[in-house]
């Protein structure tokens, strides 16, 4: 596999040229630009699952995610099969702005493609104060993802477990906590607590290690793959172009 050398930077600009036409208002593209560098300084795979997720992106406007509910402490949010970058910092900052009234809460969204993109959501609230649990399940490999963070902390803990069956019944689902207190899933949630109890841990990242990612990947710059990288200045150009022509034809009216 042929790799290039880009800067934290450096990507953090093209990926939102390749964001800025698809969306209508700033902050969605620089949220979801900013969504896929977390997850690449991370190592944990922002632009192979942003490209994945490009045609779930493009297409965001056909999709209109539904409140199914709307408690003080209790969202359920229906996605419609699509991509958690459309909606991820929305519903996290919902959450949020609920845990700072009712001192908790707690977000399930069903029904959504790429879950794995709530793991920065999880570092956002406890940036703002907010200890942080988030998990979700990956049936086919019968693992259980939970990503969580202490209030006022900058790294997460991230670990991967292998549960003994499937639960279809999560399939394509994840939740997320967000609270002013210390969270404990073992207590609040029996469910998950017996199935983390009884699971394997397959992998665990460490708050330190994401630390160590962060600070070498900022020192060194970011190695990708050229495949990947390629194709999103092929998507950023194309966008470039199209957006003159545009202005081009405007202009002559």
Same mark, same amino acid.
């Given at each position: 596999?042929?790799?290039?050398?880009?800067?934290?930077n450096?990507l953090?600009?093209?990926?939102?040229r390749?964001?800025?036409?698809?969306? %209508?208002?700033n902050?969605?593209?620089?949220?979801?630009?900013?969504?896929?560098?977390?997850?690449?300084?991370? #190592?944990?795979n922002?632009i192979?699952?942003?490209?994945?997720?490009?045609?779930?992106?493009?297409?965001h406007?056909?999709?209109?995610?539904?409140?199914i509910?709307?408690?003080?402490?209790?969202?359920?949010i229906?996605?419609?099969?699509?991509?958690?970058?459309?909606? %991820?910092c929305?519903? !996290?900052?919902?959450?949020i702005?609920? *845990?700072?009234?009712?001192?908790?809460?707690?977000?399930?969204?069903?029904?959504?493609q790429?879950?794995?993109?709530?793991?920065?959501?999880v570092?956002?609230?406890?940036?703002?104060?907010? *200890?942080?649990? %988030?998990?979700?399940?990956?049936?086919?490999?019968?693992?259980?993802?939970?990503?969580?963070?202490?209030?006022?902390?900058?790294?997460?803990?991230?670990?991967?477990?292998?549960?003994?069956?499937?639960?279809?019944?999560?399939?394509?689902?994840?939740?997320?906590?967000?609270?002013?207190e210390?969270i404990?899933?073992?207590d609040?949630?029996?469910?998950?607590?017996?199935?983390?109890?009884?699971?394997?841990?397959?992998?665990?990242?460490?708050?330190i290690?994401?630390?160590?990612?962060?600070?070498?990947?900022?020192? #060194?710059?970011? !190695?990708?793959?050229?495949?990947?990288?390629?194709?999103?200045?092929?998507?950023?150009?194309?966008?470039?172009?199209?957006?003159?022509e545009?202005?081009?034809?405007?202009?002559g009216?």
């Amino acid at each position: 596999m042929n790799t290039t050398k880009i800067s934290i930077n450096e990507l953090s600009a093209l990926l939102k040229r390749v964001l800025e036409s698809l969306y %209508a208002d700033n902050k969605d593209y620089e949220d979801t630009a900013q969504l896929a560098l977390w997850l690449e300084i991370h #190592n944990l795979n922002g632009i192979s699952t942003l490209l994945s997720a490009m045609e779930y992106i493009t297409n965001h406007d056909a999709v209109v995610p539904t409140l199914i509910t709307d408690d003080v402490d209790r969202c359920v949010i229906d996605n419609m099969n699509g991509s958690l970058f459309n909606i %991820a910092c929305v519903a !996290t900052d919902m959450t949020i702005a609920k *845990s700072s009234f009712a001192g908790y809460c707690h977000t399930n969204i069903i029904n959504c493609q790429h879950l794995n993109v709530i793991i920065p959501c999880v570092a956002r609230c406890g940036a703002r104060g907010y *200890s942080s649990s %988030a998990w979700w399940f990956e049936t086919s490999a019968k693992q259980l993802h939970v990503a969580s963070i202490s209030a006022n902390q900058t790294n997460l803990k991230y670990r991967i477990m292998e549960i003994g069956s499937e639960s279809d019944i999560y399939h394509r689902h994840v939740d997320l906590i967000c609270s002013q207190e210390k969270i404990d899933l073992s207590d609040s949630y029996e469910h998950l607590g017996h199935l983390m109890d009884s699971a394997r841990q397959k992998k665990q990242i460490s708050s330190i290690k994401f630390k160590q990612r962060f600070e070498k990947n900022q020192n #060194n710059g970011l !190695t990708i793959d050229e495949a990947n990288y390629l194709r999103l200045y092929k998507i950023a150009d194309q966008i470039l172009v199209e957006a003159t022509e545009k202005s081009r034809h405007n202009a002559g009216e």
